[in-house]
């Protein structure tokens, strides 16, 4: 390697200065400078968090173009390689501003460790520097101290009762139409498109039985929508049918099918535990060509074990409650199964593996939980800490599957989206239960990469400019990706965030993610689903999918609303969602819990809670106090955040907040009654500067809710000026009955806004026979959008 100024015939030219700068967050970015492959670049990396007592890892880049092992995004040509080999520079990292001492592990390794003691907000700098030029990056170190020591514990959905205008007819139609629709879809040994359903269970279980047998059907993973549909299934039936004749129907035929496809399932189970039909029967590739195997397990990580096991972990465990514990075949089944893997999969002498889906990673500690919950303290650890194993044997990989680095150097949100998220629910968990500073460092950071980077203001993420996944930071096209599971996934990261760190803000994010990325993926029958959710839409939902992923996931994560409404210490019951329901809260100020909410949220603020604890009891009521203004990436006016009153029995009074919780702690006795009021105003939304495809429009929001205006109503390539009042107004009669939001085009005509979950419910219905369907995960053909979220504003 030729030293710095040693005598190469180069014109100092070559030598361009490249800066990236990395500005406080939210606020307005450069665009990246046009490099040339033989530009001096020194890149410091993402933006992080630093969870004290963890030190944060540096992996800085210093040379020329683009550093090695990154990732494009699609259509980008990869950047040459330098014409002339250039002199090596040295590389020097050093704090640029901060509160107190840093200290680097090799400050002249762009590869290197800095720690700190003293929280605040941090600059570090890396300089490149070849004797000729000098490049400098800079990257912000939020330093923090931990989180509270004891985190908020799962409230497990049992039996509950929904009464709530907008979740009464989306459960409806999930539990009338969409489950049994999967259920038959499951059902049928001719599938074209997304095969393989409880046939290959069936036909693996000959296979073990030693009699004749078929070929495993359809992708590899197949098997994971029947489990989720199994989970779907287990939750639906746990919800009160109140006499409703099209529930009780829909339910009969669930709980027949679960009769009809245990057995199945569980004689498809190998005698070690190991479960995966794809394994067990002869494979058909592409070519039609029939692979008898056997395959070897745990060598390839795009065979998706992970992804299909964990699966089956989470709807055992819903099983299992949905049958108030007297049935515990797929519990037992599911503790084989994650035996199987911990009794394989560990240190030395076990064998290293991870998943390209991180599926397992999160199923695997909320079954550990469960089985510490269920059977006492310490009986899922090992699960646990297979876990942790698991996520800590990802690296020497790519960015797709989030194995670029080891997980604790990860700091910025890349590749596929529903991997990503799934990855980091799973670190969240092992964060909290291993009390992992490093996986909260990680953690904290790639979600405030997300939210304050990567975030749409439906709550989705993923805007599809790398396969399936993220993007560059604030580079939010409405021609989003957005996948249902990615959505799904989401939820069950912020809902984590949420238990580590007790702190309200998460549960603002999750609501909105519900609200709106997820609530829509569905038609408002129940009929047909998206698999992405663009904010520029049009295209209708379709019956299936090639890739049937998010068909089960939608469902199992929309009906677990006792889970995403509360959670409980021993001492607080915490209140994060506002839903007309009665459901139980077990385990607060010693006693359980009867909560009941009345309330047309979010079509109306008021909302009246019920506390019937079964003894009377010491314990505090936190009551989330909405914040609507999480996100950096996103300004709304005017301002609708916090609660406009709050009484008990009906003495008006003011709590205390913390951490976005109205805390009123006191003795709790049956009958005690919260009321309390939520703003709902109508809100212009704007993205910051940075956010480039929503500069010149608007978006609209009510409560939760953001909003569409669609082709059907409107020209909407019209103009909303910034000054034309808007006002909410209920309409009965429209989309199962909503809140519309009404205004004057700068061109005269009448605006009419529709929440973004009932989008692409009108209009003419396509002719089947001219409806093609995505093939194999790809997209939709392009489409001109009939509804949009951003609206032109000049
Ligand atoms: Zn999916």
Redesign the pocket.
């Given at each position: 390697m030729p030293k710095i100024g040693s005598n190469l015939p180069l014109k100092p030219l070559l030598f361009g200065l490249a800066v990236l700068l990395i500005g406080p967050a939210g606020a307005q970015q450069p665009a990246p400078p046009q490099r040339s492959d033989t530009a001096l670049t020194a890149i410091a990396g993402p933006d992080r968090i630093v969870v004290l007592p963890a030190k944060t890892y540096l992996n800085g880049y210093v040379g020329y173009g683009d550093p090695p092992r990154r990732e494009r995004r699609r259509n980008e040509p990869p950047a040459p390689a330098p014409a002339n080999p250039a002199p090596a520079p040295t590389s020097t990292w050093s704090k640029e501003s901060g509160p107190g001492p840093v200290t680097f592990a090799d400050a002249a390794a762009p590869v290197t460790t800095a720690t700190f003691s003293t929280p605040g907000a941090y600059v570090l700098k890396l300089t490149a520097d070849n004797g000729q030029a000098r490049a400098t990056s800079t990257l912000r170190v939020a330093v923090d101290t931990p989180p509270p020591a004891t985190q908020l514990s799962a409230v497990y959905t049992k039996k509950y009762r929904i009464d709530s205008p907008l979740w009464s007819l989306r459960a409806k139609s999930l539990i009338v139409n969409w489950i049994p629709h999967c259920i038959d879809q499951i059902n049928r040994p001719d599938l074209q498109q997304g095969p393989g359903g409880i046939d290959n269970f069936v036909e693996a279980g000959k296979k073990l039985a030693g009699q004749p047998h078929g070929n495993h059907k359809g992708y590899v993973f197949s098997n994971a929508w029947v489990h989720q549909t199994v989970e779907a299934i287990s939750i639906a039936l746990m919800i009160d049918p109140q006499g409703d004749p099209d529930i009780i129907k829909a339910q009969a035929k669930m709980r027949a099918s679960l009769e009809d496809w245990i057995p199945k399932i569980l004689a498809a189970q190998e005698s070690d535990g190991y479960l995966q039909t794809a394994f067990t029967l002869p494979r058909v590739d592409g070519k039609g060509v029939v692979n008898p195997g056997p395959f070897n397990r745990w060598e390839r990580r795009g065979d998706h074990e992970g992804y299909v096991a964990g699966y089956f972990l989470e709807s055992a465990l819903n099983h299992y409650l949905m049958t108030d514990k007297k049935d515990a075949r797929l519990y037992n089944a599911a503790k084989k199964l994650a035996d199987c893997w911990a009794g394989n999969i560990g240190p030395a002498p076990k064998r290293e593996w991870s998943d390209g889906h991180q599926e397992m990673e999160q199923a695997l500690v909320r079954f550990g939980r469960f089985v510490n919950d269920m059977e006492g303290k310490g009986k899922g650890d090992r699960y646990i800490q297979l876990s942790k194993f698991l996520l800590d044997c990802r690296k020497n990989g790519g960015e797709y599957d989030q194995s670029h680095l080891p997980v604790v150097q990860q700091y910025e949100a890349v590749g596929h989206a529903?991997r990503a998220v799934y990855s980091y629910s799973g670190m969240a968990d092992v964060a909290v239960e291993i009390h992992d500073a490093d996986y909260h460092s990680a953690v904290r950071s790639l979600w405030d990469n997300i939210v304050n980077k990567k975030y749409y203001v439906t709550g989705g993420v993923g805007s599809g400019e790398t396969s399936e996944g993220f993007g560059l930071n604030y580079s939010l096209r409405q021609n989003a990706y957005c996948?249902?599971?990615s959505s799904c996934g989401l939820i069950f990261l912020q809902y984590k965030m949420n238990m580590a760190y007790g702190d309200g803000k998460y549960a603002d994010l999750y609501e909105e993610t519900i609200y709106n990325a997820l609530l829509g993926s569905t038609d408002l029958e129940g009929k047909n689903f998206y698999?992405q959710n663009p904010l520029d839409s049009g295209p209708p939902r379709y019956p299936w999918h090639a890739?049937p992923?998010?068909v089960g996931?939608i469902p199992r994560t929309l009906l677990m609303l006792p889970t995403w409404m509360y959670a409980k210490t021993a001492e607080s019951l915490y209140v994060n969602l506002f839903i007309g329901s009665t459901a139980t809260v077990e385990g607060v100020g010693g006693t359980d819990v009867e909560m009941i909410q009345v309330t047309d949220y979010p079509w109306n603020g008021k909302v009246s809670i019920t506390v019937n604890p079964k003894k009377a009891g010491n314990f505090s009521v936190r009551i989330r106090v909405p914040d609507r203004s999480v996100s950096t990436l996103y300004a709304s006016s005017p301002e609708a955040n916090g609660i406009t009153s709050i009484s008990i029995n009906g003495a008006s009074i003011t709590p205390p907040v913390e951490k976005g919780y109205a805390v009123i702690s006191r003795t709790w006795k049956a009958g005690d009654k919260i009321d309390l009021v939520l703003p709902l105003k109508v809100q212009r939304v704007r993205g910051i500067n940075a956010i480039a495809a929503t500069q010149g429009r608007v978006a609209l929001r009510f409560g939760p809710l953001v909003y569409n205006i669609e082709q059907v109503d409107q020209d909407i390539t019209q103009v909303l000026g910034p000054d034309s009042p808007l006002t909410a107004e209920w309409k009965g009669d429209l989309l199962g009955g909503v809140m519309v939001i009404k205004g004057v085009f700068s061109g005269g005509g009448t605006m009419t806004a529709i929440p973004n979950y009932v989008r692409n419910n009108r209009g003419p219905v396509p002719d089947p026979a001219t409806l093609t369907l995505p093939p194999g995960g790809g997209r939709p053909a392009p489409r001109p959008p009939t509804s949009i979220v951003w609206i032109k504003e000049k």
């Amino acid at each position: 390697m030729p030293k710095i100024g040693s005598n190469l015939p180069l014109k100092p030219l070559l030598f361009g200065l490249a800066v990236l700068l990395i500005g406080p967050a939210g606020a307005q970015q450069p665009a990246p400078p046009q490099r040339s492959d033989t530009a001096l670049t020194a890149i410091a990396g993402p933006d992080r968090i630093v969870v004290l007592p963890a030190k944060t890892y540096l992996n800085g880049y210093v040379g020329y173009g683009d550093p090695p092992r990154r990732e494009r995004r699609r259509n980008e040509p990869p950047a040459p390689a330098p014409a002339n080999p250039a002199p090596a520079p040295t590389s020097t990292w050093s704090k640029e501003s901060g509160p107190g001492p840093v200290t680097f592990a090799d400050a002249a390794a762009p590869v290197t460790t800095a720690t700190f003691s003293t929280p605040g907000a941090y600059v570090l700098k890396l300089t490149a520097d070849n004797g000729q030029a000098r490049a400098t990056s800079t990257l912000r170190v939020a330093v923090d101290t931990p989180p509270p020591a004891t985190q908020l514990s799962a409230v497990y959905t049992k039996k509950y009762r929904i009464d709530s205008p907008l979740w009464s007819l989306r459960a409806k139609s999930l539990i009338v139409n969409w489950i049994p629709h999967c259920i038959d879809q499951i059902n049928r040994p001719d599938l074209q498109q997304g095969p393989g359903g409880i046939d290959n269970f069936v036909e693996a279980g000959k296979k073990l039985a030693g009699q004749p047998h078929g070929n495993h059907k359809g992708y590899v993973f197949s098997n994971a929508w029947v489990h989720q549909t199994v989970e779907a299934i287990s939750i639906a039936l746990m919800i009160d049918p109140q006499g409703d004749p099209d529930i009780i129907k829909a339910q009969a035929k669930m709980r027949a099918s679960l009769e009809d496809w245990i057995p199945k399932i569980l004689a498809a189970q190998e005698s070690d535990g190991y479960l995966q039909t794809a394994f067990t029967l002869p494979r058909v590739d592409g070519k039609g060509v029939v692979n008898p195997g056997p395959f070897n397990r745990w060598e390839r990580r795009g065979d998706h074990e992970g992804y299909v096991a964990g699966y089956f972990l989470e709807s055992a465990l819903n099983h299992y409650l949905m049958t108030d514990k007297k049935d515990a075949r797929l519990y037992n089944a599911a503790k084989k199964l994650a035996d199987c893997w911990a009794g394989n999969i560990g240190p030395a002498p076990k064998r290293e593996w991870s998943d390209g889906h991180q599926e397992m990673e999160q199923a695997l500690v909320r079954f550990g939980r469960f089985v510490n919950d269920m059977e006492g303290k310490g009986k899922g650890d090992r699960y646990i800490q297979l876990s942790k194993f698991l996520l800590d044997c990802r690296k020497n990989g790519g960015e797709y599957d989030q194995s670029h680095l080891p997980v604790v150097q990860q700091y910025e949100a890349v590749g596929h989206a529903v991997r990503a998220v799934y990855s980091y629910s799973g670190m969240a968990d092992v964060a909290v239960e291993i009390h992992d500073a490093d996986y909260h460092s990680a953690v904290r950071s790639l979600w405030d990469n997300i939210v304050n980077k990567k975030y749409y203001v439906t709550g989705g993420v993923g805007s599809g400019e790398t396969s399936e996944g993220f993007g560059l930071n604030y580079s939010l096209r409405q021609n989003a990706y957005c996948e249902s599971c990615s959505s799904c996934g989401l939820i069950f990261l912020q809902y984590k965030m949420n238990m580590a760190y007790g702190d309200g803000k998460y549960a603002d994010l999750y609501e909105e993610t519900i609200y709106n990325a997820l609530l829509g993926s569905t038609d408002l029958e129940g009929k047909n689903f998206y698999y992405q959710n663009p904010l520029d839409s049009g295209p209708p939902r379709y019956p299936w999918h090639a890739c049937p992923c998010c068909v089960g996931n939608i469902p199992r994560t929309l009906l677990m609303l006792p889970t995403w409404m509360y959670a409980k210490t021993a001492e607080s019951l915490y209140v994060n969602l506002f839903i007309g329901s009665t459901a139980t809260v077990e385990g607060v100020g010693g006693t359980d819990v009867e909560m009941i909410q009345v309330t047309d949220y979010p079509w109306n603020g008021k909302v009246s809670i019920t506390v019937n604890p079964k003894k009377a009891g010491n314990f505090s009521v936190r009551i989330r106090v909405p914040d609507r203004s999480v996100s950096t990436l996103y300004a709304s006016s005017p301002e609708a955040n916090g609660i406009t009153s709050i009484s008990i029995n009906g003495a008006s009074i003011t709590p205390p907040v913390e951490k976005g919780y109205a805390v009123i702690s006191r003795t709790w006795k049956a009958g005690d009654k919260i009321d309390l009021v939520l703003p709902l105003k109508v809100q212009r939304v704007r993205g910051i500067n940075a956010i480039a495809a929503t500069q010149g429009r608007v978006a609209l929001r009510f409560g939760p809710l953001v909003y569409n205006i669609e082709q059907v109503d409107q020209d909407i390539t019209q103009v909303l000026g910034p000054d034309s009042p808007l006002t909410a107004e209920w309409k009965g009669d429209l989309l199962g009955g909503v809140m519309v939001i009404k205004g004057v085009f700068s061109g005269g005509g009448t605006m009419t806004a529709i929440p973004n979950y009932v989008r692409n419910n009108r209009g003419p219905v396509p002719d089947p026979a001219t409806l093609t369907l995505p093939p194999g995960g790809g997209r939709p053909a392009p489409r001109p959008p009939t509804s949009i979220v951003w609206i032109k504003e000049k």
